[in-house]
């Protein structure tokens, strides 16, 4: 399983993603992706795209609060 971090309250200084006092995790596994996201703005979609990470094609909302995410399932 791999936890990726798509935003939270931090930003690190060698790294040039947004933060902002909200919480995005994108989580796989084998075939399974997931995205959970308490976030207020869509700053976790630019930092997804920024770490080529597609939320689009590939994902489930497990919890989504704020902008909403249009999801396609194949």
Do not use: C, W
């Not at 930003?11 to 084998?30: F, H, K, M, R, V």
């Not at 939320?55 to 396609?72: A, D, M, Q, R």
């Amino acid at each position: 399983m791999k936890l990726t971090v798509l935003i939270d309250n931090n930003t690190y200084i060698d790294e040039y993603y947004i933060g902002e006092p909200a919480l995005s995790y994108y989580i796989e596994d084998e075939n399974e992706r997931l995205l959970f996201d308490a976030g207020y703005s869509d700053a976790f979609i630019r930092n997804a795209q920024a770490m080529n990470i597609d939320l689009i094609h590939k994902s489930i909302p497990v919890h989504e609060v704020g902008v909403g995410l249009k999801i396609e399932i194949e």
